[in-house]
Nanobody, 133 residues
Framework: DVQLQASGGGLVQTGGSLRLSCAAS????????IGWFRQAPGKEREGISC????????YYTTSVKGRFTISGGNANNTVYLQMESLKPEDTAVYYC??????????????????????????WGQGTQVTVSS
């Protein structure tokens, strides 16, 4: 049984930092792409970062590039999203997703899509990030 556990959210002030974790059980990440997504109130869920474990490639949307860093992989089957210089517009529920044989690519709206090449795709539950002004 595959499970993803997202954690690390919280309340921070503008300019603060948080590190989100996405821990997997029942699967190893070596052939996966791991994505971080967020959904703000009244808005669609959007992909903001993706990490292809097999080659270490990283992808970021323009809204988070330079402030957020994705890392991790097989060592402890956990992928992290280090978030710096947080802004009120970063307030959202953050989700992680894992796609087997995964590819990181772009939507027409220049958000990130994580695709599976094997049909196995998993979501973690959300973790709330709130940035106060």
């Amino acid at each position: 049984d595959v499970q993803l556990q997202a954690s690390g959210g919280g309340l921070v002030q503008t300019g603060g930092s948080l590190r989100l974790s996405c821990a997997a059980s029942g699967v190893t990440f070596d052939t996966y792409a791991i994505g971080w997504f967020r959904q703000a109130p009244g808005k669609e869920r959007e992909g903001i970062s993706c990490f292809k474990v097999s080659d270490g490639s990283q992808y970021y949307t323009t809204s988070v590039k330079g402030r957020f860093t994705i890392s991790g992989g097989n060592a402890n089957n956990t992928v992290y999203l280090q978030m710096e210089s947080l802004k009120p517009e970063d307030t959202a529920v953050y989700y992680c997703a894992a796609a087997e044989g995964g590819l990181c690519t772009w939507s027409p709206k220049h958000t990130i899509i994580v695709l599976t090449t094997t049909g196995r795709h998993y979501w973690g539950q959300g973790t709330q990030v709130t940035v106060s002004s």
